[in-house]
């Protein structure tokens, strides 16, 4: 089974300017979680979607938002860049069965820089 | 909000030696997971823990669930340069969101 996939790899934007990082879940996988990770904060939730409908939201500026598609890929957006949005973007997928707490599994990430 | 304070920060050992790490919590976790995370990938998960008590293995690696659901470790043995990285444990209550700890950067001198 191929792993968690996103793009791109690596962006680099400049304060001010929007960007949109794209991840695509492991085949059967239905829910989509995306964490920021910062050397000074470590790992970061920013939320989940499950079902097109996101499901839990971590304490990120309104800035952040995501959504998710039919076929359970994901996108997160980042509007009005600050310089502290350098980070790396994660994006972790789970079968999400009722029920059970489902383990997650992380693609390699989108390592933004913001000029 | 819920906060994992992991230990130690950073390690150096000699390859061969025996390594062991540890996170706790003041709060409760339904299931504790430990991840190993090399430079400019993402975290990749090593063993999932889903019962108080339970100790689970896989390969050289041995990790334990805490009795009080607020703590866990992870040991390894026989260290090989190949575990050169940092070790992440992470805490899960309710839905997809896990809470991460500080991270062990784990050094591994042949």
């Known amino acids: 089974k191929a792993g968690v996939t996103q793009t791109p790899r690596y962006l680099i934007k400049t304060r001010g300017q929007q960007v949109t990082l794209s991840c695509s879940p492991i085949s059967g996988h239905r829910s989509v979680s995306w964490y920021q990770q910062t050397p000074g904060q470590g790992l970061q939730f920013l939320f989940e979607?499950?079902?097109?409908?996101?499901?839990n939201k971590g304490n990120f500026p309104g800035r952040f938002s995501g959504r998710q598609f039919s076929n359970s890929r994901s996108e997160m957006n980042v509007s009005t860049l600050e310089l502290g949005d350098s980070a790396l973007y994660l994006c972790?997928?789970?079968?999400?069965?009722?029920?059970?707490?489902?383990?997650?599994?992380f693609g390699p990430g989108t390592r933004l820089t913001v000029l | 909000g819920q906060q994992l304070n992991q230990s130690p920060q950073s390690m150096f050992i000699q390859e061969g030696e025996d390594v062991s790490m540890n996170c706790t919590s003041s709060s409760i976790f339904n299931t504790w997971l430990w991840y190993k995370q090399e430079p400019g990938e993402g975290p990749v998960l090593l063993i999932a823990?889903?019962?108080?008590?339970e100790l689970t293995s896989n390969g050289r690696l041995t990790a334990q669930f805490g009795i009080t659901r607020k703590d866990s470790f992870l040991n390894i043995s026989a260290s090989i340069p190949s575990d050169v990285g940092i070790y992440f444990c992470?805490?899960?209550?309710?839905?997809?969101?896990?809470?991460f700890g500080e991270g062990t950067q784990l050094t591994v001198n042949p």
């Open positions: 992470a805490g899960q209550t309710s839905g997809s969101r896990l809470t």
């Open positions: 972790a997928s789970s079968p999400r069965l009722a029920g059970v707490w489902d383990t997650q599994y």
């Open positions: 823990l889903y019962k108080a008590g």
């Open positions: 979607y499950f079902s097109e409908t996101q499901r």
